[in-house]
């Protein structure tokens, strides 16, 4: 029983102060997603345009959750959760919503992105199942996932030039 209570203790506090969580549906990569800690369960939001991607995360979805120290980057914590969504506009939903508007940064459209949320996206609650998992031994490091946001070409030629100059400058 006092483990139980201290493992639920860890969850709750490290994902509280985490900023970004690795969660791992199954059959997928695991991904960072930012959420905001709510009534017992890490809440998310995504799956729409101008969003973080939620592939694999489903109502009634059993996740693999790792999270991070902020101080150090290194893993703290790995716990299972049962995905539960909320229906939008329920009293769940709304009260979810409420904390992670208040972690969103740069929305594009301000005041409007819960109403955008509403039609667009999906709101998911992250409820851990119980105790923790063992952490593992080695690194769990992997290539980055495809996005269009990088690039694999060279440093240009005069860009090593053009930094030095304006160092002189200086």
């Known amino acids: ?5 201290l493992d639920r203790a860890l969850v709750e506090e490290a994902t509280k102060k985490s900023g970004l969580i690795w969660v791992k549906a199954p059959g997928g990569p695991a991904r960072a997603l930012w959420h905001a800690w709510h009534e017992g369960a890490a809440c998310v939001v995504g799956g729409g345009p101008g969003e973080q991607p939620l592939p694999g995360l489903a109502d009634g979805v059993t996740a693999e959750v790792t999270v991070r120290s902020k101080d150090k980057g290194g ?15 329920s009293e769940a939903w709304e009260a979810a919503v409420a904390e992670l508007k ?6 594009p459209d301000g005041e409007a992105m819960t109403e ?19 952490l ?5 490091a992997e290539a980055p996932l495809p996005s269009p946001a990088t690039t694999r070409r060279p440093v240009p030629a005069a860009l090593p ?6 160092r002189k400058r200086k």
């Open 136 to 140: 593992p031994d080695g690194s769990l």
């Open 75 to 89: 893993r703290v914590v790995v716990w299972t959760a049962t995905v539960v969504e909320p229906a939008p506009g």
């Open 1 to 5: 029983m006092t483990t139980e209570l």
């Open 161 to 166: 030039r053009l930094l030095l100059k304006r």
């Open 116 to 134: 955008r949320w509403r039609r667009e996206c999906r709101v998911l609650r992250l409820e851990p199942t119980g105790g923790t998992l063992p």
């Open 102 to 107: 208040g972690k969103r940064l740069n929305a």
